[in-house]
Nanobody
């Protein structure tokens, strides 16, 4: 089945940058609309970025202008470049399909703190 592995999380100071990676099995990234999600402590999971097979991207206002989603079809890898990070960006970040079906992995922890 679908296998997605997130990496690149860590501790960063406010205003800093981080680049997350998502390694996928098969051709899932090139063949599907994909997305990054996050789940802050004690809160529900939310969508933070999406990209269609044609390259169209979408972001909620909370991250627009700071986050950039991209993919490398040849390497079957997706990325989330996060700049100007804020404490409220602290969460576990997940990659997955934009549309169901989805199988959730363990995600990668991003902590923004001074």
């Amino acid at each position: 089945q679908v296998q997605l592995v997130e990496s690149g999380g860590g501790l960063v100071q406010p205003g800093g940058s981080l680049r997350l990676s998502c390694a996928a099995s098969g051709s899932i990234i090139s063949g599907n609309a994909m997305a990054w999600y996050r789940q802050p402590p004690g809160k529900q999971r939310e969508l933070v970025a999406s990209i269609t097979t044609s390259g169209r991207t979408n972001y909620p206002d909370s991250v627009k202008g700071r986050f950039t989603i991209s993919r490398d079809n040849a390497r079957n890898t997706m990325y989330l470049q996060m700049n100007s990070l804020k404490p409220e960006d602290t969460a576990v970040y997940y990659c997955n399909r934009l549309y169901s079906p989805r199988i959730w992995g363990q995600g990668t922890q991003v902590t923004v703190s001074s």
